[in-house]
């Protein structure tokens, strides 16, 4: 959805938190052209702080889409609250519950209709004592498995400045250094029609976790910990064995 599409609860929004985003940080804003398309696409950040929905939205928004955001369906049943969430469009998700198929419905409906959903494969903030990514949970997989719709790595830096997962503190001063930057589509090609197992899910996922883990470190420099590499299934086993279990 571009922003010539936008309703008023959307422009509300946008009135509402794009100053304040402007003031609060200065941007450096990269690969955009990898969302400037028509049609529905996956958007995959790593997940640093509390500040992230506010910074990948206004990041996505700059790009002139729309971010659909999964938030807990909890959130929809609150007055007021539930009644801007549905009108800005994000979308509700079960979690640990029967009706977690239909919230994967939800999705694929989002993205079908051209939506451009954001989904932080993380699952929660990064617990990594240097805020590199975890591994991933297999959602976003699931759904590009579904729709076929591009998978676009976005990788930020900077949020954690607003707010600090590790000390719960809060920054208030203008213009904090955030940077965040979209990779073109992950190659997904090799799993193209593959049923959705547990085994496809999690290769599928760790391409995607591997192509963002890479593109948050062009942003930081240094060399990022394997921490969440999977062992190939035959190797692990004699690994097993000796007592090597990761």
Known sequence: MTRRRLGFWQRFAVVV???????????????????RHDGGVIIVPNHLSHADPLVSAHFVYDAGRWPRFLAKASLFRLPLVGGILHRCRQI???????????????????????????????????????????KGKTGAARLALATGAPVIPVAMWGPERIFDPRTKRLSLRPRIPVTVVAGPPVDLSRWAGAAPTRATLEEMTDAIMLRLRDLLAEIRGGTPPPLWARPS????RPQQERGGAA
Request: proline residues 8%.
């Open 233 to 236: 299934r035959s190797a692990a």
């Open 92 to 134: 509700p998700v079960e979690r640990g519950s029967v009706d977690a198929a239909r919230s994967l419905d939800a999705l694929v409906a989002a993205v079908r209709e051209g939506g451009a959903v954001v989904i932080y494969p993380e699952g929660t903030t990064t617990r990594e004592p240097e805020l590199w990514p975890m």
């Open 17 to 35: 938190v794009k100053p304040v985003m402007t003031v609060w940080t200065r941007r450096t804003w990269r690969g955009m052209e990898h969302l």
